[in-house]
């Protein structure tokens, strides 16, 4: 009978929720759902050490199906607009500032864009404000008109700093 319960529990974990062992009950974690990029496009279940998991072949086709419409997912989050000019040097003076970024913070993912007429240069991906604060905390010395900005970013690994 112990069997059900521990599968339920692997699932509710998987499904984002945490457990409370002694009362056995699951509370909703998705307010800071964290979501690693590592595991993108990958099965849970063909990682998991020690356990075999026996399901029906349709359960095994949809949950590919649904790895393979999910692996470009991108969600809103927030970056660091370090530059943001529409002067007639400012393509150029984009590409200089997205080179001195990038000696500094090597680690760090940097986007140029261009909208008519303005030359941005964004940096990082984050889920929350808070961890785009950081970065920007860091910047300010370098880049004094930086400033945090919400858009769509790409999934950052779970636990990485800038």
Same mark, same amino acid.
């Given at each position: ?19 409370? #062992? ?5 509370? /909703?974690?998705?307010? #800071? ?25 349709? =359960? ?21 607009? =370090?530059?943001? /000019? ?9 590409? #200089? #500032? ?65």
């Amino acid at each position: 009978m112990r069997r059900p319960i521990v599968i339920s529990m692997i699932i509710a974990l998987c499904l984002g929720f945490s457990i409370n #062992a002694s009362a056995q009950e699951l509370k /909703d974690t998705t307010m #800071a759902a964290a979501v690693d990029s590592s595991l993108v496009g990958k099965s849970i279940f063909n990682l998991l050490p020690n356990v075999t998991v026996h399901q029906s072949q349709g =359960i095994l086709s949809s949950m590919n199906k649904q790895i393979a419409s999910n692996s470009s997912r991108r969600m809103t989050g927030y970056r660091v607009r =370090i530059f943001n /000019d529409n002067k007639q040097n400012s393509r150029g003076a984009s590409e #200089a #500032a997205m080179g001195r970024f990038k000696g500094m913070f090597p680690g760090v993912a940097a986007y140029r864009t261009y909208s008519n007429p303005f030359f941005k240069v964004t940096v990082g991906d984050f889920r929350t404000k808070s961890e785009a604060m950081r970065l920007l905390q860091q910047v300010k010395g370098s880049f004094p008109s930086a400033f945090i900005v919400k858009e769509t970013i790409n999934y950052p690994p779970v636990g990485s700093s800038f």
